[in-house]
């Protein structure tokens, strides 16, 4: 019965947000009521600015038995809510079907212990990923120790691949999940628990529970705490598994193995150096550091702390990582200024969407000075709406829209202002066509089901990258 009423709240939620797109935001200009009883608006509007088709959104009004007037959606504006409705579902779970479909074919082995090379302990069990953003010193005969060359990839991180097999294995596990959701394939859920028992407990392909060589930088002895955000799209996984637990294929033992190595992992995440360390970031670094804690806490199970730990992040990010103007000033000084103003804003995005989980409103929270989530969104609009011009620091990456696109969709729904819906119509030809160049993670399809799980009780949060 849990299942069916989610599944319920998730349909009359999806009904919502069709609603919140062709209703019309200007009742004076886009539609007018008539008085007698069943009679339609038939007079004619302009329908000059940006918005829904004028045909689809026209209402009639009646009046009940008790004399009241109630409003509906003439047939046009409800059999196109209806068109449109069926048409993005079925698209988002064909995508997701198809991603689960080659999860289930796929019998690549996601193991740390099949890299080339051994951290400095000789574990092979050691997870293990090179810094993003060091190269050899020109200056050394030997090139150590490696230094620092912010922006600019080097292609040797790609060379160890717990990363790519870590990463990879988190989206597909909740690709899985995700799809057995809507499917109820118990194909999807027994390749699911393979992979989670291939990374975390088989004895032979299993991850020890720390990081302690992420973000090596050759020269070293030790990772980086920089290396700790590697592990912070475990959101993935930890959202799909409860939707997994209503299978007859779900096994048990599984979760309690899973459990004892994440409560193990989150010992050394808070009281490791390098733990310590990304959690004091005032970057990106830290708000997903935040965000893989609160993950975390919930799924073992310790709301109090979660809790605890959500409003204090919540404050901490937002009052010392946004200026009173919305610029994030830790992410603008980095040679990719934009790129990073957009990913600690996803994390701030991540962040907000839990702590509502524990009645904590960081969509409305204000700091002292005025910063908030919405002032650091509005930010970074005008430069968006014009190609990045007047931009106030430098920026070796370009403007790319995908991302920030799909937050001002999240900020409609969030806060209803309708300068979002109208920036999302002149941008999204822009992001559809970066999609369509394949550039970064880009993908053809629209933000469907992120936007049912921010209407709903969030059984869903796939949408911001």
């Not at 099949?114 to 810094?131: A, E, R, V």
């Not at 394949?438 to 209407?455: F, P, Q, S, T, V």
Request: aromatic content about 16%; some cysteine.
């Amino acid at each position: 019965m849990t299942f069916l009423r989610s599944k319920i709240i998730v349909f009359i939620f999806v009904a919502t947000i069709f609603f919140l797109i062709f209703w019309p935001t200007n009742p004076t200009n886009y539609y007018s009521k008539q008085s007698c009883v069943g009679q339609n608006s038939n007079s004619p509007i302009e329908n000059n600015g940006p918005g829904p088709v004028i045909d689809a959104i026209r209402t009639t009004t009646i009046t009940d038995l008790k004399g009241e007037q109630k409003e509906y959606l003439n047939a046009k504006g409800y059999i196109t809510y209806l068109h449109t409705l069926r048409k993005q579902h079925k698209t988002a779970i064909a995508s997701l079907t198809r991603n689960a479909d080659r999860a289930v074919a796929n019998n690549t082995v996601y193991s740390v212990t099949l890299k080339p090379q051994l951290p400095p302990s000789g574990d092979p069990h050691d997870y293990m990923s090179l810094g993003r953003y060091f190269w050899p010193d020109p200056t050394k005969p030997d090139g150590l120790p490696y230094i620092r060359k912010d922006g600019y990839v080097n292609p040797e991180f790609f060379t160890v691949l717990d990363y790519v097999f870590m990463r990879q294995m988190f989206r597909e596990v909740q690709d899985l999940g995700f799809a057995y959701f809507f499917t109820r394939n118990e194909t999807y859920v027994q390749k699911a628990t393979y992979r989670i028992r291939e990374w975390f407990l088989d004895e032979k392909t299993k991850m020890n529970p720390n990081l302690n060589y992420a973000g090596f930088r050759k020269g070293e002895v030790i990772g980086w705490k920089t290396g700790v955000l590697d592990f912070h799209q475990i959101f993935r996984m930890l959202q799909a598994i409860p939707l997994m637990r209503y299978s007859n294929q779900w096994d048990p033992s599984i979760e309690v193995g899973l459990k004892a190595w994440l409560s193990e992992y989150y010992v050394w995440f808070t009281t490791s150096k390098m733990g310590r360390g990304e959690g004091k970031a005032k970057n990106n670094h830290g708000t997903f550091y935040d965000v893989q804690a609160l993950f975390l806490l919930d799924y073992l199970g310790r709301y109090d702390e979660a809790k605890a730990f959500a409003k204090q992040s919540i404050e901490n990010r937002i009052n010392k990582g946004i200026l009173p103007t919305g610029q994030q000033p830790h992410e603008t000084e980095r040679p990719t200024s934009w790129f990073y103003s957009i990913f600690n804003l996803q994390g701030l995005f991540m962040l907000a969407e839990r702590a509502d989980h524990f009645e904590i409103d960081a969509w409305n929270y204000v700091g002292p000075e005025g910063q908030s989530i919405r002032k650091a969104v509005d930010y970074l609009l005008p430069y968006a709406l014009n190609d990045g011009k007047g931009w106030p620091v430098p920026n070796i990456k370009g403007f790319e829209m995908n991302d920030y696109v799909k937050i001002l969709e999240l900020s409609y729904i969030i806060w209803g202002d309708e300068k979002y819906l109208n920036s999302v119509e002149e941008l999204r030809p822009k992001a559809k066509a970066e999609q369509a160049a394949g550039l970064k993670l880009a993908k053809w399809e629209d933000n469907y089901l992120c936007n049912i799980a921010l209407l709903t009780n969030r059984l869903l949060w796939t949408c911001l990258y």
